[in-house]
């Protein structure tokens, strides 16, 4: 294992370049994909018992990574908990490493400067992987939309495949989220991949 | 539960000590900026106020004020002091005589602009090193991200 | 049914072998998947609430949705990591396991292979399963799995010692290393005989395992998931396999040595061993869901200073009794021992509160 000696004041110079990257490069949200909603998606080829096969697996046992930022972990851990029971899901295995994660829960309010990191996190997951959007702070900035520091909605670093709104959604909302995440998931197809 | 001082008693203190320019209030302590030092020191050797609690600034939109308060465990009491100083200024750090000015003050310099002399470590801590501007000011203008969406 | 090595079976005894190859293999895999999901929903009731119960009756598919979903995940090999190593950690880590499921025998007869040296075999064996998460640990470039692999090393030595000094405690009672003759012996079993001897396998080999408390190894609050942490993909479900077939491992080894094995009224051979295989497994359950994590100084200490000593002991007093007592009705030696056990468990105890209190905790 090489490790590479830098003074702090490098370390800092670095982590700023990046923010400032990682600004210029997100001043657009990505745009979300819609194809998931019509109802009749072309296919070339049609393998229905395989992708149903898969889109089961994969919609009964996703995994989340244990990466929340603020205030919307507190109803990420309620559902978590015994009185609404993500477990029922296939949920509670929530790992903390990226490569063995599929969802990414993006819980609370990103700043600038936590940025790179989630996108680095992001990248490290492993194919195929999906994210929700929890809360208002998560989908537009909500009531600091207008701050210095912080990101106007995590969809302008990750692509999110579901949004919950509320502040913060109640666990009830948390899961009909997942649910709404699980029917999208159903209907994928390996023959058109994400 | 912690009580503050009585803020009469302390003016008289202090007078005796460092002079005239303290102006006692309900809640707090007016002094001016360049004896901030030495009233430290005094406070912490010799009263015994050894935690330091927070430091913090305001910005009144023609001049600052830095919010001192000191806390000492043994008597279970709090201290509060207020500095008026005007915009580019430099304010003695405490950074040396408690370890938790430290972060405080990079705060306050990274948010408002204000240095801190005599700061062994004196930059931005809470946003990035590349950034423009000092946020908390009144006059800051525009945020980091311009479109509208 | 006699699955033993008679000169009867077409094809001498290769057939015999793949035959019970297979048949172990797929026992192996068969009570991985029931252990997931007993996992999942019994330390689910454990915490007041249910498992997963979408994914089939009672949640029984959770098992398979996850294997297939860990199949199909892409298969990321860090940059700088040591591809060799990488590719070959993970099955060294698995194979070892169902190396130790050949000598265990699963009814009358049926195991692959009756090894005169069998408890040595099994105490060599199963080392070699901790190189396996070593070496994964080293080989992903990441300072942090490192950290998780070494700690893994440093606990499996302190508590190979205790484990293999209990099990010489019954070979000794029963003069013979050989798994089977160690099961014809029992006909009480031998938790009651040796209960000081089962109380320290039963904790050295939880530590074997990694299972709660000393799995500090893979624990998400300290380091990432410790020596898995860079794996997706196939090799992570290797990984995780071999978790939890270590798990179904070390609940046959405590069913065999302790339990009785097959030994059981009027039910076959191989149903009492999946009944009492299940059993132990339930109480490694019971463990994970009440008891907290220890750290790894406090690991360390209960193996050397608590286990170890008490294993000696346990070792004198069974070679007191061998020697001098041989001829003992079982009616008093087996009360006489567990009082004995009980008494120099509490001394031990008291003893090591006092050292803790004397150096701080």
């Given at each position: ?57 994969r919609k009964?046992s996703l995994w989340p990574v244990t990466a ?18 993500i477990?029922?899901f296939g949920m509670?295995v929530l790992r903390?490493?990226p490569?063995?994660a599929d969802l990414l829960v993006c ?15 992001y990248?490290?997951m492993?194919?195929p992987k999906w994210t929700i959007?929890m ?26 495949d579901v ?15 997942i649910?709404?995440l699980r029917?999208?998931i ?9 | ?149 | ?361």
């Amino acid at each position: 294992m090489e490790i590479e000696s830098i003074s702090s004041a490098e370390i800092e110079h670095r982590e700023s370049d990046g923010i400032e990257v990682l600004r210029i490069a997100s001043q657009h949200p990505i745009p979300d994909p819609d194809d998931w909603l019509d109802e009749n998606i072309k296919r070339n080829v049609i393998f229905t018992t395989v992708d149903a096969a898969l889109n089961w697996a994969r919609k009964t046992s996703l995994w989340p990574v244990t990466a929340f930022t603020a205030c919307c972990t507190f109803e990420f851990i309620g559902a978590s908990s015994s009185r609404f029971d993500i477990a029922r899901f296939g949920m509670e295995v929530l790992r903390a490493s990226p490569r063995q994660a599929d969802l990414l829960v993006c819980a609370g309010t990103l700043t600038w400067k936590m940025a790179p990191q989630i996108k680095r996190l992001y990248d490290q997951m492993a194919e195929p992987k999906w994210t929700i959007a929890m809360g208002a702070c998560a989908i537009s900035g909500g009531i600091f939309h207008d701050s210095y520091s912080v990101v106007p909605g995590y969809n302008h670093i990750v692509p999110i495949d579901v949004y919950i709104p509320g502040c913060p959604p109640r666990p009830e909302t948390l899961l009909a989220g997942i649910e709404k995440l699980r029917r999208k998931i159903e209907k994928e197809s390996i023959s058109k991949p994400r | 539960m912690t009580t503050a001082v009585d803020y009469n008693d302390l003016v008289a203190l202090l007078q005796k000590q460092f002079g005239k320019g303290f102006t006692p209030a309900t809640d707090y302590v007016e002094m001016p900026a360049a004896l901030i030092a030495q009233v430290a020191e005094y406070m912490k050797n010799t009263l015994r106020f050894d935690f330091f609690d927070m430091v913090t600034a305001v910005d009144y939109s023609d001049h600052f004020e830095i919010v001192y308060r000191l806390q000492s465990i043994q008597n279970n009491s709090l201290a509060s002091f207020k500095i008026k100083c005007s915009k580019n200024t430099s304010v003695p750090s405490l950074a040396n005589l408690w370890l938790g000015a430290n972060f405080q003050e990079r705060e306050i310099y990274d948010l408002f602009g204000i240095e801190f002399t005599g700061h062994p470590n004196l930059k931005r801590i809470v946003l990035w090193d590349g950034f423009e501007g000092h946020p908390l000011c009144k006059d800051f203008k525009g945020k980091v991200y311009d479109t509208a969406n | 049914m006699n699955w033993s090595l008679s000169p009867n079976w077409p094809g001498n005894f290769w057939l015999r072998l793949l035959i019970i190859a297979v048949v172990i293999i797929a026992y192996v895999m068969a009570s991985v998947i029931m252990f997931i999901w007993m996992e999942r929903r019994v330390i689910a009731r454990f915490q007041s609430r249910l498992g997963p119960n979408r994914a089939g009756p009672f949640g029984l598919l959770q098992a398979f949705a996850d294997t297939i979903k860990i199949l199909t995940k892409e298969d990321i090999i860090p940059t700088l990591a040591d591809k060799l190593l990488f590719w070959i950690a993970p099955a060294i880590a698995f194979v070892p396991t169902l190396m130790i499921m050949a000598v265990i025998p699963l009814m009358n007869g049926l195991q692959l292979a009756d090894l005169n040296v069998g408890v040595l075999y099994i105490a060599a064996i199963s080392a070699v399963s901790a190189i396996g998460v070593f070496l994964s640990g080293m080989a992903g470039n990441n300072k942090y799995s490192l950290v998780g692999a070494i700690r893994e090393i440093a606990q499996l030595i302190s508590f190979e010692i205790p484990m293999v000094l209990a099990l010489s405690g019954l070979v000794i009672a029963c003069g013979s290393m050989s798994l089977s003759s160690i099961i014809d012996a029992q006909n009480i079993p031998f938790i009651l005989v040796q209960p000081l001897g089962f109380a320290i396998f039963m904790v050295a080999i939880l530590a074997e395992i990694n299972r709660t408390p000393f799995d500090l190894v893979e624990a998400d609050s300290e380091l990432t998931c410790g020596f898995n942490t860079e794996y997706s993909g196939m090799k992570f479900a290797l990984l995780y396999l071999t978790e939890y077939s270590e798990a179904v491992v070390g609940s046959a080894l405590i069913t065999t040595f302790f339990l009785g094995g097959w030994r059981g009224p009027w039910l076959p051979g191989i149903l009492w061993f999946i009944i009492k295989m299940f059993a132990s497994f339930m109480f490694i359950l019971w463990l994970r869901g009440t008891l907290p994590r220890l750290r790894i100084d406090q690991s360390m200490k209960l193996a050397w200073k608590g286990l170890l000593p008490l294993a000696l002991i346990n070792l004198f007093i069974i070679g007191l009794k061998t020697v001098f007592f041989p001829d003992l009705s079982r009616w008093i030696s087996v009360p006489a021992y567990i009082v004995i056990s009980v008494i120099i468990i509490m001394l031990w105890a008291i003893f090591m509160r006092k050292e803790r209190q004397s150096f701080g905790a």
